[in-house]
Structure formats: C-alpha cells, structure tokens
C-alpha cells in the first residue's frame, strides 16, 4: 500500500511570547504527524522550546474539550454534558438579550487575553460585536502596558530598537527579565554580541539561569531599580560622563534631573538598592562609557507597584548616555507598537461601530469587581476566551468567589477545562493554532508570519472568529461586518500602505510564511531625538506626568516594605502562564509547587530543603516544597507562576497570595509586592 502523501504547512506559534516562531507542520492523512521550528526563519533558528516542542502532544491531548459542555454539577465541581452549538448558543443569546433588556449590555462582559496571539483570533469580531452591543470593555494592562506607559513618560512610546541589532551592541543589561527561560530565541543573538566583545549584565534580584550566563549579575532588592538608574545617573553627571550634546538638542528638564539625582549618590541609597555603593559606580561608569549600550528590559521590573516610575527611570538612563545615536544603542522593548502601527488595525477593530462611552473594567479587578455588590450595573454575564484568569490574576481567592456566585452567567471557551472553565455555565470548544487561520506579529522581533491551518479542526471546536459569527446570528444580527471571513480582514489589515509592508502581501505570506517588516536595517530611531512626547523630545522633566499628579521628575517610587518575605512568582520554564501545566511530562518536569528560600530565612524559620511547607498571607494559603537556595536574596522568595495545583494537589495557584495591587501608572499589577510567611506544614501526602 502506498503511504498517504506528506503535506508540509507553514504556520507560526500563537502563544503569547515574544519569539512567535515559525514553524512547519508535516501533516499525513489529516494527522499532523511533526510539528517544529523553521530552520529558514533568522529569529526561530530551527528550533522551538521546552513547551511547544509538545505542541502536537497538546493538539492531541485526550483532556481536549471538543464538544460544547453544559454545567450539569455545582459551579466549580467540573460536571458538565454535552449539548449542541445550536442549543448552547441559543441559551446564551437569550440569556444575554434578556440580560441586556433589563440591565443594559454594560451588564455582561467579555473578558479576553492573549491566549492565542494572533491579528484577528486576539482580537476582531468580538471588538466589532461587543463594542456594538455596549458590553463593559475591558482595559487589558496585565503585561506590558505599564512599561510602555513607564516609557512614554519619557521617550513617548514604548518601543525602541529592533532587537536583533542587539549584535552590534558592546554593553548589555537584561534589565528584570530572563531570557534563556521567556525569550529563548533572543539568547543566540546576546550570545552573538558577547563573542563580539560586548558585556551582558543581568539586573535581577533572582540568580536566575540567565543571570548565571552573564558576565555579571547585578543582585539588587526588588523594585529598587529606579533607585538604581537614578543612583547611576547620579554617577554620570556628577563624573562628566552625560553625552551632553544629545542631551542639548534632544531632551528637556535635564538642569532639574541634575538637581534631583544629587540625593542618589550610591552612598545614600545602596541600603535600598541592597548593593555595595562601588557596585553601583561601576556599573554607572562602564555603561556610560562603553557604547554603545543596550538596556534590555521585558516585563520583570513592571510588577510592582512603582513599576511604570521603574521604566521611565530606565528611558532617562539611556537618553543621558547618548546611546540612541549608535547602531545597537539605546533601549529594545517589545515591539509590538511596531507591528500594530503598520497593520491597519481600524480596518480589523472597526472603532466606528463601538458604543461610545461605555464603562471599561481593569482585567486586574476580575474578583473585585464579581464580587462587588455596589458595582452598577453588577456584572450578571462573563465570557472569557483566550485567558484563564483563575489562574494568572491576582486574589485568586477572590475571583473564585465571585465565579461562584448562583446570579452569574459565565462562558467560556478554551481548548482545555481551565480553572476558569470549571465554573463555567457552558464550556465552548476552541481550536488550536495549527486549525485556523491567522497573521502573526511578534513583539520580540520584525517578522511577520502567515499561520495556515494544517489540519482540521478537531470535534467541534470553532476558531474565535467562528464563535463570534456564530453569536452575532444567535443574537440575531444581520450586519455584514459581523460575518466577514478571516482572510478578508488579513487582507485588510495588510492593505494599510505603509512602506513597511511594502511588498508583504497576502499571497506572499501564503508561499513564504513570513517577511520581516521593511524596517531599515539600521534603523535608529531616535538618533536624531524625534521622540512622540507632547515636547517633540525626552522628556526628563514630565509636563504630563505633573498633571496627572504625579511627581514630574523621576524618583525611586514606592518601594514597599513589609514582614515577612518578599515573594515573587516568576514564568517557568516548562509552562507558557498557566497553559502546558495540565500536561504530562511537562508537570512532572516541573515537579511539585516549590519555594525557594535564603539560607538566612530558612535558618531562622528552622526549615530545610524538601520540607513541606505552608506559604501564607493575609488572602491566602497554598501548600509548596522548600528549597533552600542563594538564588534568592535574604528577605525575598521565589514561586513558579503558572501550575494549577500546589504541592499539596489542591487546585489554587500561587496567584492567591498577590492582591489587586495597582500600579503608579499604566494600570497594572503590582504581582511582585506580595508578602508572605513560610512554615513547615505536616508532611506531604505520598503522591
Ligand atoms: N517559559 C516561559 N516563557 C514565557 C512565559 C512563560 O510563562 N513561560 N510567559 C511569556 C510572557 S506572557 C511574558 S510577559 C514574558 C515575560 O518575560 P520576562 O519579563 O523575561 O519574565 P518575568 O518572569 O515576568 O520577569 C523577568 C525577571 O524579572 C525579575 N524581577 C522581578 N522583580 C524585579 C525587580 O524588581 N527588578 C528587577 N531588575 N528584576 C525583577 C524576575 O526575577 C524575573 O527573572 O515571557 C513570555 N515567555
Ligand atoms: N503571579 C503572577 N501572575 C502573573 C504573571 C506573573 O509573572 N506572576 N504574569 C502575568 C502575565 S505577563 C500574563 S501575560 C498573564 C497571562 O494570563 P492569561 O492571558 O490568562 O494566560 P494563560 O494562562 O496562558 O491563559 C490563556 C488561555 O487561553 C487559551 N487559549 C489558547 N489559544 C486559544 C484560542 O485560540 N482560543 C481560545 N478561546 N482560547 C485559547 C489557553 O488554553 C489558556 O488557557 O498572567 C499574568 N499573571
Ligand atoms: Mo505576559
């Protein structure tokens, strides 16, 4: 018999993560049979990651929700029956045009991540459709908004170089982030400039497997890193090491800067810094004098509650140095902006179609705002697609609470029976990224990627699009904009002309899978100052900021203190958030749910490594083993975020211990000032 030809697709990972891969599926009969990395791509390299080498094991897992489920059971106990498309989304349209008829749409709210990262599967007819009924938007600032909006404060975006200019650079600081574990594809490229010659400095206050490849690793407290900037600017003015000529033409407020930093001198705050104050001077001196130089900051430093102060500090940093007038100099964010300001997004979102004035809901406030009484309307319907919010927001505690209660309507739809999903009213079937069709901008680099569906979707799972097709009739809309096909608005937004797309057509992505954008190759975009503040330069003194009411000029910002220890509860290796934790081997690799904790901290708490212990605080409990280790500082711990069951098997995550803590700016979560206690527990029961 003659094997069934072997189909090869070209597709690109939808997880949300900066390295968006590229990869190829060989698929055979309608079974995808090898999924991995496409050796062409000049970011992916050929090779994928410790997760989405596991991506067919995922796509095929036996856990997969396939059919539509109704809850037969207790919200919360995982009962449920399967029920047809037709009468789940009959219910659901029902219940929500009563709903709506009674207490305004603003009444239900959809509420959606960036499980699958993608251009229309994100984001798209659920905009048109729900901006259109008047339902709670939802104000998504989880990650990455308040280092843009840290940024801007200074530079006026949130973006900076294209980070594989990373090569040309001679002095590097992964500034709060760790790239071997989040950002894997990038590590080649920092490795590329290291044999060039260039330093690669950590700032993290984790030893982190990154910071252990570094050539040095800057052990500071967290939250001190703004201290830390200011401290080295303190350094560079005071020795003559500004570039003054930049800072002329290109910055305003630096005479106030001068005076401010002048109560940063690393003598005064290495106690908050947690560094020696000759650290500090080196590491000032080197990365003024060596250029050109690159921060490097991701996500890291914007969990805490002075987290957007953190980012403006570090804009300050890099405009006093000069660095953005050389080739690799200056700061490389994500570049996201980047992608989304080529594409033609209003063609995809359609704001015109949107109920102006509607109440917008912080995603961070999930159970605050369940279980909010006085909250008017109260939110009586939630749809959540693309996120597993139980897990991956803070007070989960709180959130269950509120997903509990009797009065609310919850829709969920998801590949997997997520936490979140357990308390679902009904549980929608989702499709994979190798079952639909989507364009793939990255915010780790420029390569923009086609990923075609390789095989059929499984059971009745419908792609996100589908789904909300699909309501937009249940609900009995008829408008054309709620039905268009998936290429269509891909067309769409590609048909922006923006010279960056020049050439980047649709048939194009189809053939070759992905194009970089036609960014310059040196491209230096704030060279010649240029920057999108409301003074047209780096703004060292903020206008904007003092308006809002805060203070113009940067400073340390809060840095809590508290008893107990500082926890921060950092990505895993083995899982992508909360997703991949359901999964064998990955789960087993990643072991039980463990702390790490300073020999100091566990002499004192007479605890030893593998004991079971309790961690604990004012909102919560969970149930880790005991690592002691020097990757931690004295009076800080560290958790994998992203298992659903502690050490002890109950299915609550470490999101439990942090609280709905609000950012200075930018309307994030400060995740990373939570506070605990650790004792031992009565021994584990034998898995
Ligand atoms: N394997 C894996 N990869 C992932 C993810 C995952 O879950 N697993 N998630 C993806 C997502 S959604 C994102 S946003 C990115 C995030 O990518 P990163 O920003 O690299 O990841 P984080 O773990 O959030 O934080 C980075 C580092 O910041 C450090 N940090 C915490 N507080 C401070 C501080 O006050 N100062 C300094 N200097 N450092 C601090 C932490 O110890 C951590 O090592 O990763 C993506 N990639
Ligand atoms: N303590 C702590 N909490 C954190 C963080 C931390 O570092 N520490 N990091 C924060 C950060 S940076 C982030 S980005 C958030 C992430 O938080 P979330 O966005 O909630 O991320 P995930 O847990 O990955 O959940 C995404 C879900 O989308 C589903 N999904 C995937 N593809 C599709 C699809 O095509 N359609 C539909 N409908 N669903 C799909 C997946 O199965 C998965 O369950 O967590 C935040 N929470
Ligand atoms: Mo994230």
Redo the contacts with the bound molecule.
Sequence with gaps: MTPAPLHVVPGAC???CPDTCAWVVEVRDGRAERLSGDPEHPFTRGTLCAKVNHYLDRVYHPDRVLYPLKRAGRKGDGRFVRVSWDEALADIASRWNAIAAESGAEAILPY?????Q?LI??ESLDARLFGSMGCSGLDRK???AVAAAGLSATIGCGTGIDPEQIVHSRFIVLWGTNTIVTNLHFWPLVREAQRRGAKVVVVDPIRTRTAEAADWHVQIRPASDAALALAMMHVMIRDGLVDHDYVSRHAVGYDALVERVKEYSPQQVARTIGLPAEEIERLAREYATTQPSLLRPL??IE?HRNGAMQFRTLACLAVLSGAWKHRGGGLARSTHKLHFAVLDMDRVLMPEVHKPGVRVLNMRDLGKDLCDRDLRPPIRSLI??????M????NQARIREGLQRDDLFTV?????L?D??LYADYV?P????IE?LDLSPAWGHLYLALNRPAIEPPGESL??TE?FRRLARALGRTEPWLFESDESMLRGALASGHPWLDGITFERLWEEGYARLNCPEDWRPFANGGFATRSGKAELYSESLLEQGHDPLPWAGEIRAADGLQL????ALH?????YSNMEPLRRRAGDLFIEVHPEDARARRLASGDAVRVWNERGEVRAVCSVSDRVRPGVAW?P??GFVDAGGTRR???V??AEEPTDWGGG?G??D?FVEVAPAEPLPQA
């Design positions: 939808g997880h949300d959606s991540s960036a499980g699958v993608g599967q994100q989880i990650c990455g996500i890291g969990h959540v697609y693309g996120a597993n919010p897990v991956s927001m803070p969920v739809h998801e590949l997997f997520t979140t999903a929608l989702a499709t994979s990224q639909h792609p996100n789904l921060i509860t950092g990505k899982f992508l958030n909360s997703g958790m975020f992203g995550a470490v999101n211990l942090t979560s995740f990373y939570a």
